[in-house]
């Protein structure tokens, strides 16, 4: 299987810290996408990274991209409430079918 | 529009019947693809288009399940026979081009009475 699997599945966090979780898949990819989505529906895309970087910046998020281990990491920096929701990495072997992990849940509490 | 859309939002049905979804991509995207959630789960791939034909039909879960593109634009998957099984919320993307970021309308949630 392709499937990215994201680490750990829930992530409880104090608002103003950082969340960190990780994804981990099986085979080359061309590129590794992050999505968010709140409540079960609203898939929202974060970031793209192709296999030929190692690192991307969006606003608070940080993408890092280890192809020699086959793992990304996706970093949010000073969490707000508005964060909390599912958090999934989405691998892309083959320049169109994405194949996604279950998720990260993250809550930030207040 | 802005953003991909999808109709209906919600779909209640009888099993035995068939349901069409319909999913208008971002204007000027050329690929557009089809996804399914299952309640807690991440999302399994249906098929995908590339202006108006599908090199991938591969995720389709049976022959009740076919989907069409047409004008480079709208897409419809249809489900004949619905079975419970195949409550889930369906989710339609599209890209630029395939390999570009893949941007998600809101999803039909089907239920399967």
């Known amino acids: ?110 | 529009g802005a953003g991909v859309s999808q109709s209906p939002s919600n779909k209640v049905t009888e099993k035995g019947k068939d349901v069409e979804l319909r999913c208008d991509p971002i204007s000027g995207h050329t690929a557009l693809y089809w996804y399914r959630q299952r309640l807690g789960q991440g999302l399994e791939f249906l098929i995908y288009f590339q202006g108006n034909s599908a090199p991938d039909k591969s995720g389709l879960p049976s022959d009740r399940f076919s989907a069409e593109r047409t004008g480079e634009s709208v897409s419809t998957l249809t489900i004949q026979r619905t079975q419970q099984e195949d409550s889930a919320v369906y989710l339609c993307a599209s890209s630029l081009v395939p390999g570009n970021e893949q941007f998600f309308g809101p999803g039909t949630r089907l239920t399967v009475l």
């Open chain 1, 1 to 110: 299987s392709q499937q990215g699997e994201e680490d750990p599945q829930a992530l409880s966090i104090q608002e103003g810290e950082n969340a960190t979780m990780n994804c981990s898949y099986k085979t080359s990819i061309n590129n590794l996408q992050w999505y968010r989505q709140n409540s079960g529906r609203g898939l929202v895309h974060l970031i793209l990274i192709r296999s030929n970087e190692r690192e991307k910046h969006s606003g608070r998020l940080r993408v890092t991209l280890d192809t020699s281990k086959k793992s990304s990491s996706l970093l949010i920096t000073a969490s707000r409430a508005a964060d909390t929701a599912s958090y999934f990495c989405a691998t892309d072997y083959n320049d169109y079918k994405l194949s996604f992990g279950a998720g990260t849940t993250v809550t930030v509490r207040a």
